[in-house]
């Protein structure tokens, strides 16, 4: 009943931006963190950045200073600013939700592919 679609991504050279963005929508009653992890081949998924309702932000360390995330409580949205990007940062880019509607459960999106390479 919940869905997570995520838009942007790309091929960019290092050095430049990209923006990713994330739309909630379903049966929501409330979503307490949105975010970004990413994947990389044959590695983990790490957190990139999350926002909680609130507005407290929790960025990995390798993105503080370069990615700014954001959200509009109203719209279920959330926003991924990615300045000055690295080849380090490809990967598959999952938006995540933690969101309640009856009960507490996770959400994932599609992922979004970031590829940067000069």
């Known amino acids: 009943q919940v869905q997570l679609v995520e838009s942007g991504g790309g091929l960019v050279q290092p050095g430049g931006s990209l923006r990713l963005s994330c739309a909630a929508s379903?049966?929501?009653?409330?979503?307490?963190?949105m975010g970004w992890y990413r994947q990389a081949p044959g590695k983990q998924r790490e957190l990139v950045a999350t926002?909680?309702?609130?507005?407290?932000?929790k960025y990995a360390n390798s993105v503080e200073g370069r990615f700014t995330i954001s959200r509009d409580n109203l719209k279920n949205t959330a926003d991924l600013q990615m300045n000055s990007l690295k080849p380090e940062d490809t990967a598959v880019y999952y938006c995540?939700?933690?969101?309640?509607?009856?009960?507490?459960?996770?959400?994932w999106g599609q992922g979004a592919q970031v590829t940067v390479s000069s």
């Open positions: 995540y939700a933690e969101i309640f509607f009856r009960l507490w459960n996770q959400y």
């Open positions: 379903g049966s929501i009653s409330v979503i307490n963190v």
């Open positions: 926002i909680s309702r609130g507005g407290s932000i």
